[in-house]
């Protein structure tokens, strides 16, 4: 863009409205100034006086339609769109009627004022005025044209990025006005569906209506990317409209979501990558209230990890009393406290936040915290999950270690305490486990449904679900960077399936089912259908705007290489009985079967004692034994 056209851009809209509007009455004026002398020529010579005479007295014949004619122009909108609707027809033809106005109030005032009537005049004071009308639109179209090409000059650049913006609006507009400031972005063309923008213009960028002409336009140019400017439109629609763009194999990003723009945690010219969990086929769930939060002191485990740190967000929402956030990493503690700070500012809420370093494996350290603050609720999110890494020899001790022994001495400390409620976040892998990581999970399951039986003041639950979309350990962050590295993208085998729901909508169930405890449950949380890994890498290569390559055809390779350690083709989240239904039909309950404490206890005993030697071995004997459904998959 040109440095005055920078500044010119730059400028208030309220000046630039006054810039236009002062515009159109220097043209007007000019227009005047053109057919004013012969007309007062001509009336002199039909009354025999002076021609300056005549000349001076017509500035009322100025003055009267030009204000006249921008008045009519204004109060229907015509500077409302300024000049990035003039191209339209409804400003064509606004411009048009406004320029007639003007012309033959011009004449008519001459008629009037000098009280000439005879048929000669009045032939010539008409044709005077259709010239004038002719002339002043033609002026107002050249104005036009050329505020667009210094305001939006066409970017030169052969290695700009061409860019269409899905969606006409405020928005789209706010994100054109950022593009034209950046040399690296072609702007082809917007694209809405609205029939009233349909065949429009927006400063000589056409506004396309149908995703057949979205194509031809990727055909045509080859590489396209849409940023999707469309920030408050319901989630369904939305899916829609990503899905039908995958069929057409362009780049897709997006503008912040509403909820971040009004939260004014981004701005609109935030371009960012699109969220996964529009790649989910399904409506998102709805956020729910904590009752009572105002007087309860919380407490999150694992709190800056992926579910934690959102646990924690959307408890914030509900403005508790207080707080704890207890993690062993020192980063995940100090980012997912300074964020919580943030949003205690951004929302006014008088939530005390408690940041504390600790261990789930140290006992004596969940006492001194317990004993310090009365807590009224527990979220177990702290678990070492990544299942090869956790399958490895070197780690195993280590991770039951963590996932058993953490949770059976916070689920204690939670009853001496008499905690109100304690959820754990269990996994779809503790059903039916081939790998060490969901025999842990399944082995703390039962852990707290043994608790339970002894802990009436307490309200123990578990919630097990599948995969959370870019979790620690997704795969999803990893096809992304495959992508952008040209490939090849890598999956284990293309017939894995996994059911998937995003970070916010798994944590929000968390806390539903939270409230709807009576002790003991597992609460299964409805995914919907399992997506095959494979179908989900060839969505987010086509939504990067690349190909798939085929025999012949350049694009990025899926590869498999083989399940990892401890990988099933399919999970589960049942393991046995009947899914029982409540009063969300995003949630289910069922009652499963577990050891009683008596026999619960020598088991953990054993256990203790293979971790302190770092006996995998004798641990991977106690799944064997003591773990429904234990195996190894092949």
Known sequence: MNIIGLKLNQLNRKIKFLIVLLNDFFLALICWLVFGPPMATYIASEFSTGVL?????????????AVLSISYLYLFGFYKSLIKFFDSKDSILLSL???LIFGFSWSVMHVYQFNIVSTSFLSIALLQGFLLSAVFYAFLNVSRDVAKYVLYPYNTNIDAKNIVIYGAGASGNELFQSILLDPSKRLLAFFDDSKNLRNRQINNIPILGSFAELTALKEKYGELEILLAIPSIQTEKRRNIISKLEQIKVAVRTVPSFHELISDQKKMTDIQNLSLDDLLPRARVAKDLIDNAQEKVLFISGAGGSIGSEIVRQLLDNNPKMVILFDISEYNLFNVERECQAIKISKGISTQIIPVLGDIRDASNLDFIFNKYAINGVYHAA?????PLVEDINNITKACENNIIGTFNLAATSAHYKVESFVMISTDKAVRPSNVMGASKRMAEMVIQSIDTQSPSTKFSMVRFGNVINSSGSVIPLFLDQISKGGPVTVTHKEVTRYF???PEA????????????????????MGEQLKIYDLAKKLIHLSGRNIAEPGKPGIEIIEVGLRPGEKMYEEL??????LSTNNPKIFKSKEGFPPPEILEPIMTELKQAIKVNDHEAIINLFNNHVEGYHHAS
């Open 383 to 387: 678990a070492y999950k990544h299942v």
């Open 501 to 503: 729901m995003t970070i």
């Open 507 to 526: 944590s929000n169930l968390v806390l539903q089912s939270a409230k709807m405890s009576e002790g003991g449950e597992v609460f299964i949380l409805d």
């Open 574 to 579: 049942l393991i046995a009985g009947k899914k």
């Open 53 to 65: 005479e005549i000349f001076f007295s017509e500035w009322i014949s100025f003055f009267f339609p």
């Open 97 to 99: 009627s406004g320029s």
